[in-house]
């Protein structure tokens, strides 16, 4: 029993040898046809390189949505996102509604979002957002004023993983917005100031789908 071990283990040494040896002269071999290619035809050599040295560029689209909602409250943003080699740009779309103190308020904006995205199939996204344009309405004691001036800013983070080419993304998104410049017309053709900014404040999971190509 001890000798067939013994000649078991000769025929693994020497297998693992053979294959070390082929594995050797391949090396050889290929470092010795780039070496004369250098030699011949350096600028068709460097062209090669280059081409083993690119990586093709990776493209994500991502949709994304959140809301919170309660009895007098309601929110919800939505997000699309083009990410190429890592540096991406999207659009955000919010909505906010609410019934306060026999007020009620309807508010939305648009924002450009710009971020980069850390990883592959395992991935981290960073990004900022700034309002690019904002509308509101607010009714009060049936009398309405409006309002298409709005600013603010924004901040997300997503964390993207990767299964048979779809990402799974989930993450939390921080808004903070103020809208303001609120105006009724009156019927003598008048217009009333409602003399009152509106900040709106607040944070949102997010979770989405992505695609990469």
Not at 70 to 93: E, H, M, N, P
Not at 104 to 124: A, E, H, K, P, R
Request: net charge positive.
């Amino acid at each position: 029993m001890s000798g067939l071990i013994c000649l078991l283990n000769i025929k693994t040494v020497r297998s693992s040898d053979s294959i070390h040896r082929r594995t050797m002269s391949s090396r050889m071999l290929k470092k010795y046809h780039l070496e004369n290619l250098k030699r011949q035809n350096r600028p068709f050599y460097k062209n090669l390189m280059n081409k083993e040295k690119t990586k093709p560029s990776k493209i994500r689209i991502r949709g994304l949505s959140g809301s919170v909602s309660t009895d007098k409250i309601s929110s919800s943003t939505t997000s699309v996102y083009l990410i190429w080699d890592g540096w991406g740009i999207g659009q955000s779309s919010f909505k906010y509604k609410s019934n306060s103190n026999n007020n009620i308020y309807d508010l939305s904006n648009q924002s450009t979002n710009l971020s980069y995205t850390f990883g592959g199939d395992w991935n981290v996204t960073l990004g900022l957002s700034s309002v690019s344009q904002g509308k509101g309405k607010v009714t009060s004691s049936n009398k309405e004023y409006s309002t298409e001036s709005g600013s603010g800013s924004g901040y997300f983070w997503t964390f993207g993983m990767e299964l048979w080419g779809i990402e799974f993304l989930g993450g939390y998104r921080k808004n903070s917005f103020v809208f303001k410049e609120f105006n009724k017309t009156n019927t003598d053709g008048t217009t009333t100031n409602l003399n009152a900014d509106l900040p709106i404040s607040g944070g949102q999971m997010m979770f989405g789908l992505g695609v990469q190509f």
